[in-house]
């Protein structure tokens, strides 16, 4: 079992910057794929960004040099560098480890408003 939980997230300015922190239970990192999902009010949960065991990164589209996804294998810890927010940035955002079958925290919500 893991549990993932997810912080970071608030209230930021058309423009602005957040940092989402998800910490594991126990170390996953060389097992799991990593990724970060959101959800609008609405609309299907759909992936930002992952980060495989190997290093591999992919982003979305609509975040594509605007978030940065890491990840401290020390800690446990993976993070979503968001830069450059826009108000459709606006969602929950999920940690994920093992892709859609696998192990999802709480959620965090991000909102994007002026």
């Known amino acids: 079992q893991v549990q993932l939980v997810e912080s970071g997230g608030g209230l930021v300015q058309p423009g602005g910057s957040l940092r989402l922190f998800c910490a594991a239970s126990r170390s996953i990192f060389s097992i799991y794929t990593m990724g970060w999902y959101r959800q609008a009010p609405g609309k299907q949960r759909v992936l930002v960004a992952h980060i495989t065991s190997g290093g591999t990164i992919n982003y979305a589209d609509s975040v594509k040099g605007r978030f940065t996804i890491s990840r401290d294998n020390a800690k446990n810890t993976v993070y979503l560098q968001m830069n450059s927010l826009k108000p459709e940035d606006t969602a929950v955002y999920y940690c994920?480890?093992?892709?859609?079958?696998?192990?999802w925290g709480q959620g965090t919500q991000v909102t994007v408003s002026s």
């Open positions: 994920n480890a093992g892709r859609l079958a696998g192990y």
